[in-house]
């Protein structure tokens, strides 16, 4: 089991930035993958950024060349760097690591509880 918690939400003009932040409650060495979802108004959930352990990321075509996502083992915390924010970026904002033996982003999944990013036109 682990909890995750994300910080650092907020009103954002477009074209400003934001730094997210999830934080495991235990070590997150063991987890070969992590990732951020959003889920907008009305819309699905849809998968943001992803990394391995090893380093190597995923990102989904409307966040390329905007975001970035690090990770910490040692301060067992992802993070999620956001630059020029566009008002079609506006989501609660979701961290998420599998559970064993499932993928990413599943029902069984651990997921945290969400932080809100509203930008502003």
Known sequence: QVQLVES???LVQAGGSLRLSCAASRSIFSFNVMGWYRQAPGKQRELVALIYSGGTTNYAD??????TISRDNAKNTVYLQMNSLK????????CNAPAP???LGTS???????TQVTVSS
Not at 62 to 67: L, M
Not at 87 to 93: K, R, V
């Open 101 to 103: 033996g499932h993928g």
């Open 108 to 114: 069984v999944s651990y997921w945290g509880q969400g």
């Open 62 to 67: 409307s966040v390329k060349g905007r975001f």
């Open 87 to 94: 008002p079609e970026d506006t989501a609660i904002y979701s």
């Open 8 to 10: 650092g939400g907020g």
